[in-house]
């Protein structure tokens, strides 16, 4: 059964730095594009941050200078580093793994991590 475990999240101050990890339990991972979102209390869920099969990389205006997502395919795992944070980044962040197995589009969600950013 496939799974994607988020993990790094927590408590931090404005101005820290948090690194958030996606582990996959998915056969073919570097197939799969990485798409991080995040939904804070009473708003959509946005989308914060993507790194493709090849490695390219796209942010929101919001997540751009501050936040660098990245995959190592030899761990199935994928990272978002989140630096100069503010309290305006506190949301559940969640990640998502999408692609194509045999012509079938596949789609996988995370349970989500929670970040707080707070003095």
């Known amino acids: 059964q496939v799974q994607l475990v988020e993990s790094g999240g927590g408590l931090v101050q404005p101005g820290g730095s948090l690194r958030l990890s996606c582990a996959a339990s998915i056969s073919s991972f570097s197939t799969y594009g990485i798409t991080w979102y995040r939904q804070a209390p009473g708003k959509q869920r946005e989308l914060v941050a993507r790194?493709?099969?090849?490695?390219?990389?796209m942010y929101a205006d919001s997540a751009k200078g501050r936040f660098t997502a990245s995959r190592d395919n030899a761990k199935n795992t994928a990272y978002l580093q989140m630096n100069s944070l503010i309290p305006e980044d506190t949301a559940v962040y969640y990640c998502n793994a999408h692609g194509r197995v045999l012509g079938t589009a596949r789609d996988y969600w995370g349970q989500g991590t929670q970040v707080t950013v707070s003095a």
């Open positions: 790194v493709t099969s090849g490695g390219s990389t």
